[in-house]
């Protein structure tokens, strides 16, 4: 028997195990973390892990590589965040360019609200500045008048 080819494909099994799915290895790191009570933070990940580990690019079974899995991780996270993950492409192209079409609909009309919002944010603060310059106006007005008369005025009127 060759020991070096067993020892090669159970590290190969043991790192299988750590990928992120519902694997022997990952339910046992699980509950003994849960169990021990002060690593149930462990528990919590390995639950996270398995669920959405492989959305997130985290995939602990490839650790012999470990630039790779770094780079990979930070690309899927990235796509993750920025609603462009590769999984979202579902096989069938009219569908998938039917998708691509609307979400760039979308995005025109988000830009044309924005803009609007953009306008009116100008426009108000136009008004805004109409009527601080009124009532400034008012105030010099009645100011200059009470200056004028020599005779103060408690009343402001408006």
């Known amino acids: 028997m060759n020991t070096s080819t067993q020892s090669t494909t159970r590290q190969g099994n043991w790192r299988h195990q750590l990928r992120p799915a519902w694997t022997p290895l990952n339910i046992a790191i699980m509950v003994i973390s849960f169990m021990t009570g002060v690593f149930w933070w462990v528990g919590l990940f390995m639950i996270a892990?398995?669920?959405w580990g492989r959305d997130w690019g985290f995939d602990f079974s490839s650790w012999g590589n470990v630039e790779d899995s770094v780079n990979r991780m930070g690309d899927n996270l990235k796509s993750a965040f920025?609603?462009?993950a590769k999984s979202s492409r579902t096989g069938n192209a009219a569908f998938d360019d039917w998708r691509a079409a609307?979400?760039?609909r979308l995005e025109?009309?988000?830009q044309k609200l924005e803009e609007a919002r953009r306008e009116f944010e100008n426009y108000m603060a136009e008004?805004?500045?109409a009527r601080d310059r009124e009532e400034f106006d008012r105030f010099q007005s009645q100011w200059n008048?009470?200056?004028a008369g020599g005779a103060p005025s408690d009343t402001i009127n408006r």
């Open 127 to 129: 008004l805004r500045r």
């Open 108 to 110: 025109e009309e988000r």
């Open 82 to 84: 920025d609603g462009t």
């Open 102 to 104: 609307e979400i760039k």
């Open 145 to 147: 008048a009470r200056k």
């Open 49 to 51: 892990y398995m669920i």
